[in-house]
């Protein structure tokens, strides 16, 4: 009996000990969050009242709403009554709507943006934005609004429309032919979300592509049709997975995204088919600095069109590579950053605003039409561009970032310039 006793009386002290560790969730609410509704806010956290307390979850949650475009920082009160903690999420919310002015120059152009942007639309995430680009003293546009989620389910939907104008070179066995370059595309899809950070986006749009070849040529008599008009179909799937934490503009983490695209010519009822993958890969380093580096590869099935997918632009992939300076039926592409903050107060009048530094490097080939893939691996026609430049950032709008670079080539004198933009590079 005595032992008997003695079990039940340990069993008793460790049944009270633990209930004394055994803390609830109480309330779950939001602060600071002017035009963010909550119920938007309530689908990024896993805290739940009523169920046990958990540290590890309170900062998963902190770290998923950091994420958010929305917001700018978060922190946490804890309020213990009894056994209960009541939890208080502090937002503090970013700038998400704010026009787009912006200009930037490369070798041979230079143009402008005027329109807005809204990546809290509503107060949901809903994104919305609107432009009139001048680029190559040709008129562009474009209007898209996104639905991540209709209601409380995992599904949304995007809508699009796109003109884009602009001085395009091609490439026939004979030469470079210049045309004049117009694209108009009309678009739909549907949003899937597996998790917070994984979604799937299956799409439709219908565009037209008309070509006019310029008067003047660096060849006499060039080949290939003096104009052109292709109508398509173009049946999208975008996948992607994102493991990336945002502090303010800092970033750390990775992200993935494949786009494979069916694209039917109505014109002579032929398909070809591209696959585009984009790596990215973040690393703090200290306080104040961040490396960054993202990796593309692409593939076209038409590889003896002049008319080609993938283009080498400054404003895109190559800094100081020029204006449209060649195509190809495949890429790849490996830029390289490291940023470091000279400037990101915490406290005073210019709290809000921080000054990067960046070195960077872009290197990448292209597979020119007709080709094959060990052009890929010939040094001759890689490009291989270093150089550097500063970001002016306001901190508390996402991707508030003016952006100035100076590249040039390594490896063939002369090839050199300024690329200034809107937002970071990648």
């Given at each position: 009996?005595?032992?008997?006793?003695?079990?039940?009386?340990?069993?008793?002290?460790?049944?009270?000990?633990?209930?004394?560790?055994?803390?609830?969730?109480?309330?779950?609410?939001?602060?600071?969050?002017?035009?963010?509704?909550?119920?938007?806010?309530?689908?990024?956290?896993?805290?739940?009242?009523?169920?046990?307390?958990?540290?590890?979850?309170?900062?998963?949650?902190?770290?998923?709403?950091?994420?958010?475009?929305?917001?700018?920082?978060?922190?946490?009160?804890?309020?213990?009554?009894?056994?209960?903690?009541?939890?208080?999420?502090?937002?503090?919310?970013?700038?998400?709507?704010?026009?787009?002015?912006?200009?930037?120059?490369?070798?041979?152009?230079?143009?402008?943006?005027?329109?807005?942007?809204?990546?809290?639309?509503?107060?949901?995430?809903?994104?919305?934005?609107?432009?009139?680009?001048?680029?190559?003293?040709?008129?562009?546009?474009?209007?898209?609004?996104?639905?991540?989620?209709?209601?409380?389910?995992?599904?949304?939907?995007?809508?699009?429309?796109?003109?884009?104008?602009s001085i395009e070179p091609t490439y026939f066995p004979e030469g470079e032919v210049i045309y004049?370059?117009?694209?108009?595309?009309?678009?739909?899809?549907?949003?899937?979300?597996?998790?917070?950070?994984?979604?799937?986006?299956?799409?439709?749009?219908?565009?037209?592509?008309?070509?006019?070849?310029?008067?003047?040529?660096?060849?006499?008599?060039?080949?290939?049709?003096?104009?052109?008009?292709?109508?398509?179909?173009?049946?999208?799937?975008?996948h992607r997975l994102a493991k990336l934490n945002y502090h303010f503009f800092y970033l750390d983490?990775?992200?993935?995204?494949?786009?494979?695209?069916?694209?039917?010519?109505?014109?002579?009822?032929?398909?070809?088919?591209?696959?585009?993958?984009?790596?990215?890969?973040?690393?703090?380093?200290?306080?104040?600095?961040?490396?960054?580096?993202?990796?593309?590869?692409?593939?076209?099935?038409?590889?003896?069109?002049?008319?080609?997918?993938?283009?080498?632009?400054?404003?895109?992939?190559?800094?100081?590579?020029?204006?449209?300076?060649?195509?190809?039926?495949?890429?790849?592409?490996?830029?390289?950053?490291?940023?470091?903050?000279?400037?990101?107060?915490?406290?005073?009048?210019?709290?809000?605003?921080?000054?990067?530094?960046?070195?960077?490097?872009?290197?990448?080939?292209?597979?020119?039409?007709?080709?094959?893939?060990?052009?890929?691996?010939?040094?001759?026609?890689?490009?291989?561009?270093?150089?550097?430049?500063?970001?002016?950032?306001?901190?508390?709008?996402?991707?508030?970032?003016?952006?100035?670079?100076?590249?040039?080539?390594?490896?063939?004198?002369?090839?050199?310039?300024?690329?200034?933009?809107?937002?970071?590079?990648?």
């Amino acid at each position: 009996m005595k032992y008997i006793f003695t079990f039940f009386a340990l069993f008793t002290v460790f049944f009270c000990c633990a209930q004394q560790d055994d803390f609830r969730t109480g309330s779950v609410d939001f602060s600071g969050n002017k035009k963010t509704k909550s119920v938007y806010l309530q689908r990024f956290i896993a805290a739940e009242s009523g169920a046990e307390y958990s540290e590890e979850t309170t900062k998963q949650d902190v770290r998923r709403l950091k994420n958010l475009f929305a917001v700018a920082n978060v922190g946490v009160r804890r309020d213990t009554v009894g056994r209960r903690i009541d939890l208080t999420y502090e937002i503090t919310e970013a700038l998400t709507l704010f026009p787009l002015l912006s200009f930037g120059t490369v070798t041979g152009n230079i143009w402008y943006q005027i329109g807005f942007t809204d990546v809290n639309f509503r107060g949901t995430g809903n994104q919305i934005t609107a432009f009139y680009r001048n680029n190559d003293k040709r008129h562009n546009g474009a209007f898209y609004y996104r639905v991540p989620y209709w209601g409380r389910s995992k599904f949304g939907t995007a809508v699009s429309f796109l003109r884009w104008a602009s001085i395009e070179p091609t490439y026939f066995p004979e030469g470079e032919v210049i045309y004049d370059y117009a694209f108009t595309s009309f678009g739909a899809s549907g949003i899937y979300e597996f998790a917070i950070d994984h979604n799937i986006e299956f799409g439709a749009n219908y565009f037209v592509e008309e070509y006019e070849k310029l008067a003047e040529q660096p060849l006499q008599n060039p080949p290939g049709p003096d104009r052109l008009t292709l109508p398509k179909l173009l049946f999208k799937t975008n996948h992607r997975l994102a493991k990336l934490n945002y502090h303010f503009f800092y970033l750390d983490g990775w992200d993935n995204n494949i786009i494979l695209e069916n694209v039917y010519n109505i014109r002579d009822g032929g398909w070809f088919h591209v696959i585009k993958n984009d790596f990215r890969y973040f690393k703090r380093v200290g306080e104040r600095g961040n490396f960054g580096l993202r990796a593309r590869f692409g593939l076209s099935s038409n590889i003896n069109t002049p008319f080609a997918p993938f283009v080498l632009d400054s404003q895109t992939n190559i800094r100081g590579a020029g204006n449209r300076r060649d195509r190809g039926t495949g890429v790849v592409l490996l830029n390289t950053e490291y940023r470091h903050a000279f400037l990101d107060p915490d406290r005073g009048k210019l709290k809000n605003f921080a000054i990067q530094g960046v070195a960077f490097t872009d290197i990448g080939n292209w597979r020119s039409p007709g080709g094959n893939a060990a052009e890929f691996f010939q040094k001759d026609e890689a490009r291989f561009f270093a150089g550097g430049g500063f970001r002016l950032i306001y901190k508390k709008a996402y991707n508030a970032v003016l952006r100035v670079d100076y590249g040039f080539d390594l490896f063939r004198k002369g090839e050199r310039g300024w690329v200034i933009g809107a937002g970071q590079y990648f």
